[in-house]
């Protein structure tokens, strides 16, 4: 972990604290985002960084002076870590100062990175798929659902509702009734006119390998997979009704659904779609990243 707090990087779990004070603790006044790094290579560094520099802009939340650099920070803790594949998940907050919803109470941002050895879900997820159920927690609305804030409630709530329901995820639905996103999730659609559809992001966050995954699926296109794909409105009765049901994110890949709403999707299993997807998704996080370095960073 490193903390502009303390101004410098520490292994010890027990050291990886901040102040109670900090307004990230007890309000939830933050930024964050999340950075997968594969076989030692960071994928997508600048997106990732770019969607937290819009997050913290959209809340008036300021960089501290460490922020100017972030990369070679990161540089360090991973190869400091010895992990080759790990999460980098990267916070501004608003700094400590006292316990008000007064932001102008915090004398300065603060700065917080820390380097996470990577789980990924159980091989069985891939290979079996999982259940999807439609989340009853009300949406965050544009404002909110564009910004990574640190205050994830209802993220939080979503998760417990799949879990206490038997599931694996949920999914929200916006308030005109079309599909949003998971809890920490993106979805995609294969609707039975062979049109590949990803919410769009009005009402939900914009996903990094979302939108990498769409990208990605004009393969999908010229090899006859599909028809196209797009960003667009999807109800729950289209979803239904699909050929394939995709879940997408940073650590998680493309996870095939096989039940929504305890309704059998597709045929029941895995399908070539989300299966060729991984595999173009897995080839660039393997391509289409930044190699870490001892003296520091080089694209790739």
């Known amino acids: 972990m490193y903390s502009s707090q303390f101004q410098g990087i520490t292994t010890d779990p027990d050291l990886m604290t901040l102040p109670v004070d900090d307004h990230l603790a007890h309000r939830g006044d933050g930024a964050f985002d999340v950075m997968r790094c ?12 770019k969607r937290l520099e819009r997050s913290a802009g959209a ?44 932001p102008f109470d915090c004398p300065s941002s603060q700065l917080y990175v820390n380097v996470v050895r990577f789980h990924g879900v159980p091989d ?7 259940t999807l159920i439609t989340s009853k927690i009300p949406i965050k609305k ?13 993220n939080v709530l979503m998760k417990m ?6 599931c694996q995820y949920s999914v929200a639905l916006d308030e005109h009734g079309f599909l949003a996103e998971g809890s920490i999730e993106n979805i995609g ?20 390998t979302a ?41 998680i890949k493309t996870l095939p659904v096989v039940t929504y709403d305890g309704r059998k999707v597709g045929q029941g299993y895995p399908g070539p779609v989300c299966s060729r997807l991984a ?18 960073l080089a694209s790739v």
């Open 142 to 154: 544009s404002f909110f659902a564009n910004i990574k804030s640190c205050n994830y409630l209802p």
């Open 124 to 130: 069985s997820y891939y290979k079996e798929g999982v």
């Open 59 to 102: 809340i008036s939340l300021e960089f501290p002076e460490a922020y100017g650099d972030i990369r070679e920070l990161v540089n360090a803790l991973v190869i400091i870590g010895g992990e080759r594949d790990c999460l980098i998940r990267t916070v501004i907050s608003r700094g400590p100062g006292s316990f008000s919803t007064n």
């Open 211 to 251: 939108r990498r995954v769409y990208q990605l699926a004009d393969t999908l296109v010229k090899e006859d997979l599909i028809r196209g794909v797009k960003f667009a409105g999807i109800t729950s009765e289209e979803a239904y009704q699909a050929k394939e049901i995709f879940l997408t994110g940073t650590s």
């Open 189 to 208: 659609v294969l609707t039975s006119d062979g049109i590949l559809r990803i919410p769009e992001t009005e009402r939900t966050l914009a996903g990094t």
């Open 279 to 296: 595999a173009l998704l897995w080839e660039d996080m393997n391509h289409n990243r930044v190699v870490l370095t001892d003296t520091g």
């Open 38 to 49: 594969v076989n030692g290579r960071i994928y997508l560094m600048e997106e990732h960084l």
């Open 161 to 166: 509702e799949a879990i206490k329901a038997g």
